[in-house]
């Protein structure tokens, strides 16, 4: 596992986390129920934060109290990827993600970073909904990380600092933070931009001090990070629609009864009809408070971008994204 070969003090932050979540399972252990650890990295006005906290809710109740989630978000331990190893190592229960990062740990996952690979919203619902969205939560069982649901992530756009992105041309000379992705990486390299990998809570200082240029998300993320109060033009290229997903540890997973299963699986679905209203309802809202912010929303023609990712698309053919992305296609 990456933690054990990476250098000792570049994971520091990991371990302290360790610590800290060793310190808290001592506690756990007192209180009758169970407690389930979770990570993401959201701030707590994020709608996916509510989502997080109705499934909380739910599995309390569902449960008679017996159940219990207790959620640390806003990257209190660590980037995705580092929870996810967390994750791995039992350290923690429940990480939410973006299924970007976990490209590195199930190629698969690859294919919501192709760059228009889905036609429409209904699309992307009939992949996730069907038997590709099913097929592709339990590829990683064997890496120990087992898929519960997927939540609406919305589509992904570039923001940016000093000028607007009309067109692929103007990312010439910028960088662009990507999430850790080579997908994401090869995507802005296809469009003729630099491609910066960075964690998602390192993004606001880097965009403050000028270490990048820009960076691509979807719309509550660019208000509730603040990342607006940097970034004042919003281009609605709509490039990639990449799903969150919340994971268990094949571990916790198997230490829970039929019954808890059951309890945590009904909470978990509840959390995602919850999650796909307010992301509807919050969506108009969203870009009027990004307006008042002073964002100017930009509109451009997405053929351009789309032409500039033909060759990346042929690129794929024949790796594990690929093979996932011809069925994505298929689908109706
Ligand atoms: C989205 C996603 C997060 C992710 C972030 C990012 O906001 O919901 O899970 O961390 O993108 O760009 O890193």
Known sequence: MSLFRTPLLKKLPTLIALAILTITIGCGKQSSGIVLRMAHTLNTSHPVHAAMEHMAEQLKESSSGQMELKIYPGSQL??????????QLGAIDLVKTSTSPLEGFIPGMGVFGIPY???????FWNVLDGDIGKQLMELG?????????????????????????????????LKIRVQNSQTSIRMIEAMGGSATPIAFGELYTA??????????????????????EVCKYYSLDEHTMVPDIVLIGT?????LTEEQREWLQAAADSSVTFQRNLWQQKTQETMDKLKEGGVEIIHPDKQPFRDAVKELHDSFKGTEAGKWMEAVLKQE
């Open 251 to 255: 571990e916790t997973w198997d230490r």
């Open 78 to 87: 660590g980037s995705e990827r580092e929870t996810i190893e967390l994750l």
């Open 141 to 173: 069982m064997d890496k120990k990380l087992r898929g519960l649901c997927y939540y609406d992530a919305g589509s992904r756009s570039f923001y940016t600092k000093g000028k607007p992105i009309q067109s692929p041309a103007d990312l010439k000379g």
């Open 117 to 123: 690979v889905f036609r429409s919203e209904k699309h």
């Open 207 to 228: 965009l403050d001090q000028g270490v990048v240029d820009g960076a691509e998300n979807n719309p509550p993320s660019l208000l509730t990070s603040r990342h607006y």
